[in-house]
């Protein structure tokens, strides 16, 4: 979902090391007037809602997605309830998941975004990891949510 928000950002202020400033998001850039990179995406989706509505990101999201020619599509960074709304309206309860992903020491504290509400979701299609331990541990975690879903083959089982 913040897709837009961070190409927006780049384009707009020239930026051509996008790697770096999503590594340093929370850092005040001379560039931005001492925003962070973080600061700045809200101030662009704000001034998008303003005119274009809070769901102008799903909107975005519901117009490109039929245009990819993956099986699946990850979207990542959401976190308002009426962008979940579109999604599902649009795609249908079957056809949309929901994991989400906790860890020590974060919040949305300096974010716009905030925890989805699970109603709008086939209960069976909502996980919750905690990712508080090593990055191994951390995909083997998501490989068992997507293995449940069906989205993965579980590995063979050796004797």
């Known amino acids: 979902m913040s897709r ?21 998001k ?31 990101l799903s909107s975005i999201a519901c117009n490109r997605i039929p245009k990819l020619l993956s099986q699946y599509i990850i979207i990542s960074d959401s976190g308002k309830d009426s962008e979940v709304q579109d999604l599902v309206h649009t795609f249908g309860k079957e056809k949309c998941f929901l994991l989400q992903i906790e860890r020590p020491g974060y919040s949305f504290d300096k974010d716009i975004r905030e ?16 990712n ?8 083997a975690q998501i490989r068992k949510v997507l293995v449940a879903w069906g989205m993965l083959k579980s590995p063979l089982k050796e004797n």
Do not use: C
């Open 132 to 139: 508080k331990y090593d990055l191994e541990l951390y995909h």
């Open 115 to 130: 925890w989805i509400n699970t109603k709008y979701f086939i209960s069976s299609y909502t996980a919750k990891i905690n």
């Open 26 to 56: 929370d850092d005040p850039q001379e560039v931005f007037g001492d925003k962070t990179f973080r600061q700045m995406q809200i101030i662009l989706y704000n001034m998008l809602a303003e005119e274009l509505g809070e769901n102008i």
């Open 4 to 24: 837009p928000l961070k190409q927006g950002i780049l384009s707009i202020f020239d930026i051509q090391n996008p790697v770096e400033m999503e590594k340093n």
